[in-house]
């Protein structure tokens, strides 16, 4: 039956995974600029920004972490010289997850761009299963959701967090 | 397959996000809540635009931006002082606050708050 209606969702989809172009809206017909805004033919365009950058098919169609580790852009890490920038290469796994594939929460990406500070200790506290997270608050903004549905890829992107399948854990 | 209660009340949530036209770029945040109140349009912000350049965490932590849309109560005496936007818009590294128009872009009567594009409102692949 599972396998049925994966097979059925694919075909859905097939054509338009294939058909996928990223396509951004101009500031003029974003619902948000003024039109006829004095400043608004000063500002930079979505498109030339993001269509020079890696494609993803969600969020601002930008694979960030693939421009960040490719080096296509360099964005500063830090405004004052005195500030210590924090790295962690640590991954965290959240098995409590139903039915759905573990989570694997890896530290390197997220402190590539953020301070330890932005989750700790208001968001998560840092002790492994200290955290009562689920998907609910999540879709409501809370942990994960507060930049996962805003600025960060969005919550239907399922498997990009839910990555583990429980075979691999032996368990 | 059991989808279980669960599945279908965030399955709900997600298709009711699909309805919602999204044209807004995703992460761009409309800042309202004195602008219009005093006589300027709205302000936007995207974040895109600002992520190329910095990371989160320069505004996110050494500015003391809360990363939650309407936690931050920021007026122009304190950008022209040179705290929150203002420590970049000073004319040094992005543009100075005397050019008013280029963040008050906003169409008349926005309501504040983080908008989104695309697959924010809901799957836009699927």
Redesign the interface.
């Known amino acids: 039956?599972?396998g049925l209606?994966c097979l059925f969702l694919s075909m859905l989809?097939a054509p338009?995974?294939q058909a996928?172009e990223p396509k951004?809206?101009s500031?003029k017909?974003?619902?948000?600029?003024?039109p006829e805004?004095?400043?608004?033919d000063?500002?930079?365009e979505?498109s030339e920004?993001?269509s020079v950058?890696p494609p993803d098919?969600?969020?601002?169609?930008?694979n960030?972490m693939k421009a960040l580790d490719e080096g296509i852009?360099n964005?500063?890490?830090?405004?004052?010289p005195e500030?210590k920038?924090r790295l962690r290469d640590t991954d965290v796994l959240f098995k409590e997850t139903?039915?759905m594939p573990v989570v694997r929460f890896p530290h390197l990406p997220h402190t590539?761009?953020?301070?330890c500070?932005?989750c700790h200790e208001k968001l998560f506290v840092s002790k492994v299963g200290a955290n009562p997270v689920t998907?609910?608050k999540i879709?409501q903004?809370e942990y994960c959701g507060?930049?996962h549905?805003?600025?960060a890829f969005?919550?239907?992107e399922c498997n990009r967090c839910h990555s583990v399948p429980r075979s691999r854990l032996g368990e | 397959?059991?989808i279980?209660l669960?599945g279908w009340?965030?399955g709900g949530?997600?298709l009711s996000c699909a309805a919602v036209p999204a044209?807004?770029?995703?992460?761009?945040v409309?800042l309202n809540r004195r602008a219009e109140a005093e006589g300027m349009?709205p302000v936007?912000f995207?974040?895109?635009?600002h992520?190329?350049?910095?990371?989160?965490?320069?505004c996110?932590?050494?500015?003391g931006f809360e990363?939650?849309?309407g936690a931050n109560d920021v007026t122009m005496v304190e950008i022209i002082e040179g705290k929150f936007c203002g420590?970049?818009h000073n004319n040094e590294i992005a543009w100075g606050p005397e050019?008013c128009?280029?963040c008050?872009?906003?169409?008349?009567g926005?309501e504040p708050g983080?908008?989104?594009?695309?697959?924010?409102a809901?799957?836009?692949?699927?």
């Open positions: 039956m599972k209606c989809m338009a995974i996928y951004w809206n500031l017909q974003d619902g948000l600029h003024d805004g004095p400043g608004i000063t500002l930079q979505p920004a993001l950058l098919t969600t969020g601002n169609q930008v960030w852009i964005p500063r890490t830090n405004f004052r500030t920038v139903g039915e590539q761009w953020l301070d500070r932005n998907m609910f879709l903004g507060r930049c549905g805003a600025v969005p919550l239907t | 397959m059991r279980g669960s009340i965030m949530v997600l044209l807004a770029e995703y992460g761009d409309v349009p936007i995207p974040h895109w635009f992520r190329i350049r910095f990371r989160c965490k320069v996110h932590s050494e500015l990363m939650r849309a420590l970049c050019n128009e280029l008050h872009s906003g169409r008349p926005l983080i908008r989104g594009g695309n697959a924010t809901g799957p836009g692949r699927w």
